[in-house]
């Protein structure tokens, strides 16, 4: 069966600071990966999505990017953290099914 | 583009009151419908789908019906628990290939004992 894994669960960053989400799904190839983000009662937001290895589409300018060096492997990264990037970041994949998505992120910028 | 729209939260009921949670869509063609839930301080779980008109898609006591001349998707419940407290976000996808997920605001519902 297909697990997505996601680390780590809390973070806790100063303002300035680099950042690194890390996420990995098993048992499938070539799925496709999103990140969202989920700001302090407010819905969802796509952040980016890959279809492939090297393959990264943004749809939110801000100061995260994302990449995909394997094709199970998505990370997040900003190379200087604001307080507005603080949030619940959750990755997900999906491939000819519904999205799944791992347990999430809780970032807080200080 | 694509839209979702969901009842704004937060909706409070007693146990075993009837629940409905409206969401209805614009999309061109024949999307696909979701509902997903997220219970406090985790990720979403896919609750139910429906891939076509006039399916009902059914989970754990919920329910929702394709339909497509009221381009809706209402969730519904008989009858709520406690533990059915969390939020509730509808979704659409154009197709079950590539393309995102678009999500609805999302409706939290607590269930009081």
């Known amino acids: 069966s297909q697990t997505i894994h996601q680390w780590p669960a809390t973070l806790v960053q100063p303002v300035g600071s680099p950042l690194s989400l890390e996420c990995t799904v098993e048992g499938t190839s070539n799925p496709n990966l999103y990140w969202y983000r989920q700001a302090a009662g407010r819905g969802l937001q796509l952040l980016f999505y890959s279809v492939g290895i090297g393959q990264i589409s943004s749809e939110v300018p801000q100061n995260l990017s994302a990449s995909r060096p394997q094709d199970r492997q998505f990370i997040l990264s900003s190379k200087k953290l604001l307080l507005s990037d603080s949030g619940f970041y959750l990755c997900a994949w999906r491939r000819d099914s519904p999205l799944h998505f791992g347990n999430g992120t809780r970032l807080t910028v200080t | 583009g694509d839209s979702v729209t969901q009842m704004e939260g937060p909706v409070t009921l007693s146990e075993e009151a009837f629940l409905t949670i409206n969401c209805t869509y614009t999309?061109?063609?024949?999307?696909?419908l979701f509902w997903y839930v997220q219970y406090p301080g985790e990720g979403l779980q896919l609750l139910l789908k429906a891939t076509k008109a006039d399916d009902k898609g059914s989970n754990k006591g919920f329910e929702a019906t394709y339909r497509k001349e009221t381009t809706s998707f209402h969730l519904e419940k008989g009858s709520v628990q406690v533990s059915d407290s969390a939020v509730y976000f509808c979704a659409l996808s154009a197709n079950l290939g590539n393309t995102p997920l678009v999500f609805g605001k999302g409706t939290r519902l607590s269930v009081i004992a």
């Open positions: 999309a061109t063609g024949y999307p696909s």
